[in-house]
C-alpha cells in the first residue's frame, strides 16, 4: 500500500483543516487505517483510527470532540477533520495502513505496516 498525505499548512488556534491521505496498490476497504502526528523532540503519538469498514472508531483522548476520522473507500481514501485546534497540535501528521485484513481502530504504531510521509501542522496562538 502506497498512501500520500496532504491537507497540512500553517494555521490559527481555532482553525480548521482537513487533511487527506491517498491509498494505493491494494484494496483500500479491507484495511483499518489510523493517523499519528509527532511533534519536535517528542516520539509518534496516536490520534485516530478507523476499522475496515468504517463502523468503528477511536481517538486519543487529547483530541476526542474535536477531531473526526473518516474514509471515503470509493475513493480509496481517508480524511481526518480537525477543529478548534490548539498549538499543541502542532505536528507532522502521518496516516497509516494495517496490512491485515478486517482490521479494528488500532491505536498503537506496532499494529500498522504501511505508513504514509507525513503532512505538517503548524497552529500558531
Known amino acids: 500500500v502506497q498512501l500520500q498525505a496532504s491537507g497540512g499548512g500553517l494555521v490559527q488556534a481555532g482553525d480548521s483543516l482537513r487533511l487527506s491521505c491517498a491509498a494505493s496498490?491494494?484494496?483500500?476497504?479491507?484495511?483499518?487505517m489510523g493517523w499519528f502526528r509527532q511533534a519536535p523532540g517528542k516520539e509518534r503519538e496516536f490520534v485516530a483510527a478507523i476499522n475496515w469498514s468504517g463502523g468503528s472508531t477511536d481517538y486519543a483522548d487529547s483530541v476526542k470532540g474535536r477531531f473526526t476520522i473518516s474514509r471515503d473507500n470509493a475513493k480509496n481514501t481517508l480524511y481526518l477533520q480537525i477543529n478548534s485546534l490548539k498549538p499543541e497540535d502542532t505536528a507532522v501528521y502521518y496516516c497509516?495502513?494495517?496490512?491485515?485484513?478486517?482490521?479494528?481502530?488500532?491505536?498503537?504504531?506496532?499494529?500498522?505496516?504501511?505508513w504514509g510521509q507525513g503532512t505538517q501542522v503548524t497552529v500558531s496562538s
Open positions: 497509516a495502513a494495517d496490512g491485515r485484513r478486517w482490521g479494528s481502530a488500532w491505536s498503537r504504531t506496532y499494529q500498522y505496516d504501511y
Open positions: 496498490g491494494r484494496t483500500f476497504s479491507i484495511y483499518a
